[in-house]
């Protein structure tokens, strides 16, 4: 099984779930606060691999759900800027193993990648589900 890091926003019943079924499957976390991590936008962006921009952000942040904050029309300077000054703009959980970094909680990607142990309910992406409790959207 493989070792993970697991970078959270503490106290998102998303992340838990997540962190959950990991564990259930048999892997190890080394869980960090993403809240508090030292980020810098070379490191952060390796989170996200091809994936266009607006779906590195946390569609369940304030400032993306009110419309402050369009990830859709933000290059990728501005979103790294924007994500390194407000953290919970970030698209969670970051994990990485074996050297592969990834962002969000795709359940068939994390299945191809660390392998999962079948569940009744899908895991949802961070506090975004509509399935689970909402976070609270507080640092």
Request: with cysteine.
């Amino acid at each position: 099984m493989a070792h993970v890091i697991f970078y959270e926003k503490p106290g998102c019943g998303g992340n838990a779930k997540q962190k959950a079924l990991l564990t259930a499957s048999g892997h190890t976390l080394d869980v960090r606060n993403l809240l508090a991590a030292p980020w810098t936008a070379p490191e952060l962006e390796s989170y996200f691999g091809a994936r266009p921009v607006a779906q590195w952000f946390n569609m369940a942040a304030p400032r993306v759900k009110s419309g402050e904050i369009d990830p859709a029309t933000l290059t990728r300077e501005q979103a790294l800027a924007a994500m390194l000054a407000e953290p919970l703009l970030i698209r969670r959980p970051l994990m990485e193993s074996g050297g592969r970094r990834e962002a969000g909680f795709e359940h068939a990607l994390v299945d191809a990648w660390l392998g999962l142990t079948p569940e009744k309910a899908a895991v949802g992406e961070g506090c975004a589900s509509a399935t689970m409790a909402p976070c609270r959207t507080e640092a």
